[in-house]
């Protein structure tokens, strides 16, 4: 390892802008002439679209128009799509229901656009929004997912009878059942997996201009993966062919999934730059971002799970609901489906799992990937399970951990997924040892001296990553490949560019991605750039979710930077006089073994630029490209375990520790790696004890702002111990997992079954408010 | 419309604005200081923290003209020159941050906490007193860490001068 290579512990490259104020983020861009869109939005969560009248407001100084939906159709924009078709068990695709960018007919939640206001500010805009009348006409909403599947229920879309989206199925049921006949025990349990929203700090924003005199577009737009926006964009909502459409994403102050998705104001703000001639800008406050922003979870399970008689898991059966919201998001349906179900064998030898999922159609803001999605629902249902079978089996929960893991490696579950490698006991043993695990009931009793109920919570998590094997999940119904690209152009000074289709919106890539360019070629961090979030730069990206950029957008760049040693070693020996064979890399340096000869990078790329004295036939230039499609995903896998005080006056929960034993594979930067556990875990215990977007009955959303909605604060989370257990990743050169979207995974089921061993409880839904928690206590 | 005269970052400036405009606005849109952001509406989250007359104070929810005569720094204005003030350096050496988005209020708060505290500053003194800063990526860890390194260094730095 070099002192900035794979491994070391390097201060981040990009932080300095971030630290100075000069980060560039979407709202800090103004173009000449630009203009500010106000949307006007349905305060119905379900309403026919009367009549919009904006004759007053087009008479208000600095208005330059007012759009409706209607026009939005008559110049053809297509709807939004979602990007992964799924079959229900009958075989019937899913039912979806149009979403047009602003609705012209009927609206389906609060927030729903219906129309835009573009002025010459943005108080302007706002001010004309107030004057334009929208008459609307109520109908019935349906805001729950259990009141949304019951008969007579209000019905969102024509095209989804009794608001289901499909009915899917994985497993042998009957297999299943079998093994359930047979059980000497059956633990059940009726699970909530809360709604949540994203809410990165940087809210969403646009801005869009079009060029009249070459039809050519340009979007600034907070988006994780620019190059998708630009082809969903361009071939299903008609704005314009690709070579006409740049989509820059600069600076995006986080993302956790919902930035993934094209949503209608970019959209919007694009059609009517051209329309109005002029540049618009919107930028989402942070209610529009309660309200438009794709939320993630919303789960309502029932699950049972089946034992032997020597406390061997048998089969698990699994029922969700899904809540879908009031339309289809681009990657929506594949988040319950393939990214849920198929990690329900969790970290144990599960013979027979049969699952089914219900999508259902509500008056509520669409629901969609969420950090983690659909792995944290399965985490928190496994883990759940787990301990409660613990405390019904009356056996310790760690034990019956241990007496189910699986222990041989590949393992084909039942549910699709073989598992590469892992070793589940060692992240166990590790946080086991980190916490004092055997000391704990001591530690109870002394804080129950104390009037504090001391729990402990044990979560071994597993989730299904670098995503994702193109072939794969082409074969289950995804819309497109999910492999990466990059480019690396060595420059003829011997700096070195790397172009990536990853984004970073807080991962560190300018930092880790050049320290494998530092490691293989031995410069500097300072002398490589990564560039990335611009369409006209990079040829084509897959982007950044799914705990990919490392696994997947990183081997991308080892596949390109080994075709640039290949070819600066066959400089290097023409120069040196030597055998292409005898030539290694050191220290930035082209050596002939076992000789002082050398060359150092530098001049090797001057010899490829100049072209003076090349190989015979040798093409000038020092510039390669790969694109990589993984195999399999990556299995990152680890123990949290939570120890905690309630205060059974208050029901108030206080951390005592938090511990992390995380199997990633190779880590780049340790550093980097830790500071995303740190996050994900808060927002694992944010969903835990805090988070809710929560309607009334009349789908109003009562959390639209951070007075509402408890977000996790400096003083709600503790510090963590982490540690790592490595096991590599046999799937990619680099032996990387990936470590973006563990914490959230892992950290809620470990809070839950913390709290529910401190009270003697076992159920007990999330957020575990005080209120909620107190009641639980003293509930008969 | 109003002129507010005041001093920004060491700079005196006057500026036209509509009556209703937040100091935020003032500084993002009129003076393109866009290092401080905006992150709630609602003074809740704590992106938008400058400083004014030396006390930490939330952009987004004054006027800009409450800020008439003032003096208010904002990120742009604490290193100087080259060198970054020593919260700054503290964040980036203890990775405090990621999307940055948040970054600039947290250590304009944080500078404010380290005066208020002196050296008194402690894991859950600094926790409680960030309550006013929220960040959805680092889940506070290292920004805790930041803050109190940062204080020793300030008080070095103090010491030094």
């Known amino acids: 390892m070099g002192v900035e290579g794979i491994g070391a512990r390097v201060v981040r490259k990009e932080d300095k802008r971030f630290i100075t104020g000069k980060g560039r983020y979407v709202d800090d861009i103004k173009l000449l002439g630009m203009t500010y869109a106000h949307f006007i939005r349905s305060p119905h969560a379900h309403a026919k679209v009367k009549k919009i009248d904006a004759s007053a407001a087009l008479k208000l100084p600095g208005v330059v128009a007012v759009l409706t939906g209607q026009e939005l159709v008559d110049d053809k924009v297509g709807n939004l799509i979602c990007g992964w078709a799924i079959t229900s068990k009958d075989g019937s695709p899913m039912k979806m229901g149009a979403w047009p960018a602003m ?111 070459e039809e050519h577009f340009t979007l600034y737009t907070t988006s994780q993966n620019p190059h998708v926006a630009r082809l969903v964009l361009s071939a299903f909502y008609n704005i314009a062919p690709e070579h006409k459409l740049r989509v820059i994403a600069p600076d995006v102050g986080g993302g956790f999934g919902s930035k993934i998705y094209i949503y209608p104001e970019e ?108 792995r944290p629902e399965a985490s928190y249902l496994v883990e759940r399970m787990m301990e409660t079978a613990a405390r019904q089996l009356n ?148 982007g950044t979710y799914g705990s990919r950029s490392a696994a997947v957008g990183l081997t991308a760049i080892l596949k390109a930077v080994e075709k640039v040693e290949t070819k600066a070693k066959k400089i290097a020996a023409h120069a040196l006089e030597a055998s292409e064979a005898d030539i290694v890399i050191e220290n930035g340096e082209f050596k002939v073994t076992g000789t002082d000869k050398a060359i150092a990078l530098p001049m090797v790329a001057l010899a490829a630029y100049t072209a003076h004295n090349l190989p015979d036939g040798m093409e000038p230039g020092l510039k390669e490209s790969a694109f990589y499609d993984p195999s399999n995903f990556t299995f990152p896998a680890g123990t949290y375990i939570c120890e905690l005080e309630v205060d059974p ?99 809620s089921a470990a809070v839950i079954n913390a709290i529910t061993d401190a009270i003697g409880k076992n159920n007990l839904e999330m957020p575990a408010t005080p209120d909620r928690v107190w009641r639980t206590i003293h509930a008969a | 419309m109003s002129t507010v005269k005041l001093t920004v970052n060491g700079r005196a400036v006057s500026v036209d604005v509509e009556d209703r405009t937040l100091l935020v606005h003032l500084l993002r849109d009129h003076l393109n200081l866009t290092g401080t952001h905006v992150g709630c509406d609602t003074s809740q989250c704590g992106a938008c923290v400058v400083h004014m007359d030396g006390r930490a104070v939330k952009s987004c929810t004054m006027l800009a003209g409450q800020a008439d005569g003032a003096n208010v720094t904002t990120i742009e204005g604490i290193a100087k020159g080259d060198e970054l003030h020593p919260m700054q350096a503290a964040f980036r050496d203890n990775h405090g941050l990621q999307c940055g988005y948040c970054t600039p209020g947290m250590i304009m708060s944080a500078i404010d906490i380290v005066q208020r505290h002196g050296g008194e500053l402690d894991e859950s003194t600094v926790r409680q007193e960030l309550e006013g800063n929220i960040c959805r990526c680092t889940g506070y860890h290292n920004i805790v860490k930041a803050v109190l390194d940062a204080a020793g260094r300030m008080k070095v730095s103090q010491a030094a001068e």
């Open chain 1, 395 to 542: 056996v310790d929960p760690a034990a019956l951990r241990k007496n189910n893991f699986i222990t041989q490696f590949p393992h084909q579950t039942p549910v699709i997924m073989a598992y590469d490698t892992g070793d589940f006991n060692a992240s166990l043993d590790a946080a086991m040892k980190a916490i004092d695990y055997a000391g704990f009931p001591a530690r109870k009793a002394k804080a129950k001296a104390d009037g504090k109920l001391r729990g402990i919570g044990l979560s071994c998590y597993i989730e299904a990553c670098g995503i994702a094997p193109s072939k794969a999940v082409g074969s289950l119904g995804a819309g497109v490949g999910l492999w990466e690209s990059a480019e690396v152009r060595v420059n003829p000074v011997g700096t070195i560019e790397v172009l990536t289709g990853s984004h970073s919106h807080g991962q560190g890539h300018e930092t880790v991605f050049a320290q494998l360019i530092s490691d293989r070629l031995g410069i500097p961090i300072s002398q490589v750039s990564i560039v990335h979030g611009d369409t006209d730069k990079v040829q084509f990206g897959m």
């Open chain 1, 103 to 213: 609705a012209p007919e009927t609206v389906r939640f609060v927030g729903q656009a219906v129309a835009v206001v573009i002025a010459d500010s943005k108080n302007l805009a706002r001010d004309a929004a107030e004057a334009v009348v929208v008459d609307y006409e109520e109908l019935p909403v349906v805001a729950d997912v259990r009141a949304a599947i019951k008969a007579g229920a209000p019905q969102l879309h024509p095209e989804a009878p009794g608001n289901q989206v499909y009915d899917w199925v994985i497993g042998d049921e009957a297999a299943t059942d079998a093994a359930f006949a047979k059980a000497a025990n059956v633990v059940k349990m009726d699970l909530t997996n809360n709604r949540l929203a994203p809410n990165p700090m940087e809210p969403r924003s646009a801005v869009a201009s079009y060029d009249t005199a």
């Open chain 1, 649 to 747: 006056g208050t029901g108030k929960t206080s951390f005592v520790n938090f511990v992390a034993a995380d199997d990633f594979g190779r880590l780049i930067n340790p550093m980097i790696v830790e500071g995303q556990v740190h996050g994900g875990l808060v927002q694992g215990i944010g969903q835990a004890l805090l988070e809710h977007a929560m309607y009334d009955a009349n789908g109003q959303p009562v959390t639209a702002s951070f007075m509402d909605y408890a977000m996790p604060r400096a003083d709600d989370v503790p510090s963590f111990n982490l540690s790592h257990t490595t096991t590599l990743c046999p799937g990619n050169p680099l032996g990387i997992k990936g470590c973006g979207e563990a914490g959230a995974i892992g950290a």
């Open chain 1, 267 to 374: 959209m919007v703000a694009l059609w009517a730059s051209k329309k109005t001639g002029r540049p618009v800008k919107w930028t989402s406050d942070r209610t529009e971002a309660f309200l438009t922003d794709a939320h993630g979870r919303d789960h309502v399970t029932h699950a049972e799970m089946a034992f032997d008689a020597n406390n061997k898991i048998t089969g698990l059966k699994v029922k969700t609901y899904a809540n879908f919201g009031a339309y289809m998001s681009l990657f929506s349906s594949a988040v319950p489906t393939y990214l849920y179900a198929t990690l329900l064998s969790g970290q144990y030898n599960i013979p027979q799992i049969h699952a089914e999922v219900i999508g259902v159609y509500t008056n509520t803001t669409p629901v969609d990937a969420y950090r983690g999605a659909g």
